[in-house]
């Protein structure tokens, strides 16, 4: 069970000062099944006028804050200590047919109540649209298992769309992300969301860090990593459970989950509205560092 | 004829003179099936009877008029609805039955509304799809668990519909905004103008008492013996703004946009020239999800960052509550029966016509094989405004491609749609081109929360809709109708409507609290209307001293020495002589109708115009017409192709003896009048403020620019004119234009009946403080007014603008007046041209001073920041 040192920095620098900042922060990582925070702490600079941390609609951590005095800078730096569990993949085919959710002959009962639909319906970043369900249609199988499904969408995410920050911004709509065949793991994210909802499936969006594994023999470099998207679908026989389509992986120990939402608006780790301010520049860095010997917990 | 004999008459039916027949088979509003006038319309028939199609038709005209008077936006031309001189009859028994469903259905949604962002009980026992309300963009998610103690409806529509057997519908709901209430105000002021006694004999429910009820109530509820409410709407232009306009002025709100508004500490202020004033209570006329960048629509800037944190802590802060607007959505329909047994224990007095949510897997498969019996529609279409539903998508008369994409639709987002089986409805009388003639029609109501329970209205506004298209009411052209309700005889004692309505001084509340918005705006229409009126004197004076002859063209230097400064303030070019090659009619025109010039007239009338839109609700009706009327129409010298050719070619091309030689342009006196009808329709509005606006501090602010604007027109003018010393027999010339200009001609000439002299010249224009045209005047105004403002009024420290003023005014008064006529021996009036230069520097850095002071917070333009997740 690897531990992980997370840091992630997020330094904001304006071209005239900031008059008053809201800010809404999803930087604080949840507890899920196989994670368990050790220790967690985000370090706002200047100190907020007012600063709170609550659940939020969806049961992530939120912390909201306001700046009253005026400032040319902000940095947020999260700090966190993370346990992961081993997780198991399981076995795809073990879940019941897409088309069972899709015409709901599973119901409530089984799981699939207000929690779950929340994450089948409408959101603005990842609705469904005739070309998405066309891919999703020409991907997936009927009668495969909704896991399958979900399964055969991530390969083909990692093998047909190239990785290029350059082609996309903060709002891409997929069809063009589609169309393009390009993108980053939020596009790539979005996407399989949207194909997967196409079908009825309920998909929702995980925003979180990757450790990334230096090459045989080289150091791990500090501070290269980043945040990251992926998504995780649910069924009745397994719960949600995670896919990568920008790493075709599935529910790995690589993975620090942080929050889930419908999309990107949901989860966006720092979101803010500023009056004055400028132009502005940002600069993010992402740590995660594996620790290795004393954090082994005695399970 | 008395009314009772009228009644009899009609009993049987309407009298010869007339003809109306309902649609055979289908309910008439008026009219039952055996041709007898139902009781409700009979004084309103005896009455139509006795008068002519010529009266009625006059009326019409009438209303028309009026509407386009009151009504119509200037930038978009015609009247936004249309009002029938019929209004629509609704009888006791009737309205007792409207009324009951009307409040149930304000206690259901109430209800379901708090149960959708608490416990969500009808999720959890079956009673509602949670996926019906999931799907809605306007369930606003991190409301979810905020539960305002007065409820979350203080106001809801109804739009209701008989189907063609006479049973009522709930056809739609609204309760985003207090849409139609507009309406409702206006169609009932200009049924009071138009029907003379009419109403009165209808015996008809007033509803002024409604309104006083509802204002009563939210003061009640705002916990503050003088609570500040403020309503927020679109930016003026917006097509939603002029009902919520007008509603807000006849309660007497302050109509604010998300751009006054500011939250800090978690509480909702108001941008004042003040500074921040605590606003206690938000009625809220645009979209909930729109309301807050921050935590909301991430490009929702219709309201302040950071408003759901301000409701966290006072739930009761905003009415509607954000996201209140989910019982809009359609999709609910087929699950309210159950509803109403589950959260009220009652059955549902009223339901919705027929219709599928297309969420349910089995009910859209159902519906897509049967799809030409159906119309689809949004669930949710989030436009309340009366008429503007949208159609609906009828696959029967679609080619192959729209009906595959509107299966594909269906089968992608069912969970946002319904679909319905168009029945046709009821009709009601209209009266159109061919006298009264049934049509379909939806029927408005409007319930208010008072204290202790809702409330409707006896009244409402109803639309002729299209019968074919849709359920939902939709009507390109918004035929409106006055609703009736015919009450107890003698009518309960009643608030006049039309006298407030008519009483346009700006309610107390607005007096004490000026938003920086309105007074940046006044102040700039101020300085717009100065402008122009200064442009249009100049013109005036240049063509009328050329072509009347007032003065040999050939004794002047240049027929466009006082319009070269004017010319020059939008054009890059500086060479002189260039310039002053320009021919007389170019330059006219270039000033007076060119588009897009900066300083010219037709983008100061714009301006004016613009500005005027933007504080309309500290103008007077009277007021708003004069300016919205104002037209550079008729003020060019030339077509506008010529003017084009010549701006383009002629430019440069002619020597200095071709512009002296050349005469003014052959419709000088054309133009010189409408130079003059303008002058006149600005001197109105100007005479109209100063005889009529109270005189509070959006006066103040509005007299400012005028005077500031003013002040460094006559000395640019002055400057332009005298700095330089002209020979002798042109400076009477200059002088005549330069006293005509400031209106100070037959004050000059009682003053002094000899030889014009410069010296007495400019101690009229420039140093005479009792002169309202003097420069000095204009200054020692503007230092009064300053000194005046909330940030200068009893600070021992004189604050940088009030010194400013001050130092200009000193100047002025302190000047030599041999020492201003004094020329240098390189022929220049040193003295007076760097007092002048001094005049007109300093006053744009005077308003800039004045709006980093007062205005500023009106400039704060909030932005969104995201944060990137690019791995």
Not at chain 1, 184 to 191: E, N, P, S
Not at chain 2, 37 to 61: C, I, K, T, Y
Not at chain 2, 165 to 172: A, E, L, P, Y
Not at chain 2, 202 to 207: D, V
Request: aromatic fraction near 6%; charged fraction near 25%.
């Amino acid at each position: 069970m690897p531990r992980y040192a997370i840091s992630h920095k997020t330094h904001y620098d304006y071209a005239s000062p900031v008059i008053q900042s809201f800010h809404l922060l999803h930087v604080s990582p949840r507890e899920v099944s196989h994670q368990s925070v050790q220790r967690h702490s985000v370090i706002i600079e200047p100190a907020p006028t007012s600063r709170e941390s609550a659940l939020d609609y969806f049961g992530n951590p939120a912390v909201r804050i306001t700046l009253e005095d005026e400032h040319s800078e902000l940095s947020v730096t999260a700090l966190s200590a993370i346990d992961i569990d081993q997780v198991d993949t399981p076995d795809l085919e073990a879940s019941c047919r897409w088309e069972d959710i899709a015409e709901r002959r599973v119901g409530a009962a089984a799981g699939l109540n207000r929690t779950v639909l929340d994450y089948a319906c409408y959101s603005r970043l990842a609705e469904p649209t005739p070309a998405t369900a066309a891919f999703a249609r020409e991907t997936v199988q009927a009668g495969a298992s909704v896991l399958t499904a979900a399964h055969t969408i991530t390969q083909r995410i990692f093998e047909e769309f190239a990785f290029d920050s350059s082609t996309t911004d903060v709002s891409t709509p997929v069809d063009q992300v589609l169309a393009q065949k390009s993108g980053v793991c939020q596009d790539f994210a979005h996407l399989q969301i949207a194909a997967l909802r196409a079908l009825g499936l309920p998909t929702r969006y995980v925003s979180g860090y990757i450790r990334t594994r230096p090459p045989e023999g080289q150091e791990r470099l500090v501070g290269a990593d980043a945040s990251h998207a992926w998504v995780s679908v649910w069924s009745p026989e397994f719960g949600w459970v995670d896919f990568d389509p920008t790493n075709n992986l599935i529910n790995s120990e690589d993975h620090v989950t942080i929050a889930y939402g419908r999309d990107y608006d949901d989860v966006s780790p720092i979101s803010g509205v500023l009056l004055g301010g400028g132009d502005h520049s940002v600069s993010v860095s992402v740590d995660v560092a594996p620790e290795t010997g004393e954090a082994r917990s005695p399970t | 004829m008395t009314a009772s004999v009228g009644e009899q008459e009609v009993e049987a039916g309407i009298s010869p003179s007339w003809t109306y027949a309902p649609v055979s088979g289908v309910y008439d509003e008026m009219m039952d099936a055996s041709g007898a006038v139902r009781p409700a319309w009979r004084p309103l028939v005896s009455r139509f009877s006795n008068m002519s199609e010529a009266v009625l038709s006059d009326r019409a005209l009438k209303t028309e008029h009026l509407l386009f008077e009151n009504f119509s936006d200037p930038q978009e031309g015609g009247p936004p609805w249309r009002l029938d001189v019929a209004p629509l009859m609704l009888g006791e028994q009737e309205w007792v039955r409207i009324e009951a469903a009307a409040l149930q259905r304000a206690r259901l949604y109430n209800a379901l509304i708090a149960d959708a962002y608490g416990p969500q009980r009808l999720f959890t026992n079956g009673v509602v799809p949670p996926d019906v309300v999931l799907n809605d963009p306007s369930f606003l998610r991190p409301l979810h668990g905020v539960t305002p103690p007065n409820g979350h409806l203080s106001m809801l529509a109804l739009d209701l519909a008989r189907d063609p057997s006479g049973d009522w519908r709930v056809i739609d709901a609204h309760a985003e905004t207090p849409a139609g209430h507009g309406y409702v105000l206006a169609n009932r002021m200009m049924m009071a103008e138009v029907s003379g006694d009419l109403f009165s004999s209808c015996r008809a429910y007033r509803i002024g008492q409604f309104y006083q009820a509802f204002a009563d109530s939210l003061v009640a509820r705002a916990q503050s013996d003088d609570p500040t409410i403020a309503l927020l709407t679109s930016a003026p232009g917006e097509p939603a703004y002029l009902g919520h306009a007008y509603m807000g002025r006849y309660l007497g709100y302050m109509r604010v946009e998300g751009s006054d508004l500011r939250v800090a500490d978690k509480r909702l202020y108001l941008k004042t020239i003040d500074g921040l004033k605590r606003v206690d209570l938000l009625l809220r006329g645009v979209e909930g999800r729109r309301c807050d960048p921050l935590e909301l629509a991430p490009d929702g800037f219709q309201g302040p960052a950071g408003l759901v944190s301000a409701v966290r802590e006072n739930a009761d802060l905003v009415a509607n509550a954000l996201g209140a607007s989910i019982v809009e959505n359609r999709g609910l329909s087929p699950f309210l029966p159950g509803v109403a047994r589950e959260l009220l224990g009652e059955d549902l007095l009223m339901p919705d016509p027929p219709r599928h949510w297309l969420g349910e897997p089995g009910v859209r498969d159902h519906v897509l094989s049967k799809l030409d019996d159906f119309v689809i529609h949004d669930a949710h279409e989030g436009i309340g405004r009366p008429g503007e539903a949208q159609a609906g998508q009828r696959a029967a008369s679609m080619d192959p491609d729209s009906r595959a994409a509107l299966v594909e639709n269906v089968g992608l987002r069912g969970g946002r749609l319904v679909a319905e089986r168009p029945v046709g409805f009821a009709t009601a009388p209209h009266w159109g081109a061919n006298g009264l003639a049934p049509a379909p029609y939806a029927l408005r109501v409007f319930v208010a929360a008072l204290d202790g329970g809702f409330a409707v209205m006896p009244g409402g506004v109803a639309l002729t809709i299209d019968a074919d298209s849709a359920v939902a009411v939709t009507s390109q052209t918004a035929l409106s109708r006055d609703v009736w309700v015919a009450g107890p005889n003698p009518p309960p004692p009643a608030i006049s409507l039309k006298r407030i309505v008519r009483e346009n001084a700006v309610a107390p509340r607005q007096s004490q609290e000026l938003q920086s918005r309105a007074a940046d705006n006044l102040f700039w229409l101020g300085r717009y209307c100065e402008r122009a009126e200064s442009l249009l004197r100049i013109l005036r004076q240049t063509l009328t001293q050329t072509a009347a002859d007032l003065a040999p063209i050939s004794r002047r230097r240049h027929p466009l020495a006082p319009l070269q400064h004017l010319l020059m303030k939008d054009e890059a070019e500086t060479d002189e002589q260039l310039m002053l090659r320009r021919r007389l009619c170019d330059a006219i025109d270039e000033l007076s109708a060119a588009p897009g010039r900066l300083h010219g007239l037709p983008n100061t009338i714009d301006n004016i115009k613009r500005t005027a839109l933007q504080c309309r609700e500290r103008l007077s009706i009277d007021s708003w017409r004069i300016l919205t009327s104002l037209s550079t129409r008729g003020l060019a010298s030339q077509p506008p192709t010529l003017r084009d050719i010549n701006g383009a070619n002629g430019r440069g091309s002619h020597g200095l003896e071709d512009v002296l030689a050349e005469s003014a342009p052959s419709n000088a006196l054309d133009i010189v009048e409408n130079c003059d009808a303008l002058l006149e329709q600005l001197a109105a509005f100007a005479g109209m403020t100063h005889e009529n606006m109270t005189r509070n501090r959006g006066w103040r602010f509005l007299d400012m620019g005028r005077r500031l604007e003013r002040a460094a027109q006559l000395s640019e003018l002055l400057h332009a004119l005298f700095a330089d010393a002209a020979p002798d027999e042109e400076i009477g010339d200059d002088m005549t234009f330069a006293l005509y200009v400031a209106d100070s001609y037959l004050t000059f000439r009682s003053r002094y009946r000899f030889a014009p002299d410069l010296k007495l010249m400019l101690d009229l224009l420039l140093i005479d403080e009792t002169n309202p045209r003097s420069v000095a005047y204009q200054l020692s105004r503007l230092s009064e007014h300053i000194g005046q403002l909330p940030k200068s009024a009893g600070d021992a420290h004189r604050a940088p603008d009030q010194r400013l003023a001050l130092d200009l005014l000193t100047q002025v008064r302190l000047a030599d007046l041999d020492q201003l006529a004094a020329v240098s021996e390189e022929g220049r009036r040193e003295e007076l041209a760097e007092l002048l230069g001094a005049v007109f520097a300093e006053l744009p850095h005077l308003s800039e001073l004045v709006s980093r002071q007062y205005f500023s917070l009106a400039d704060e333009q909030p932005r969104r920041l995201q944060s990137q997740t690019r791995s």
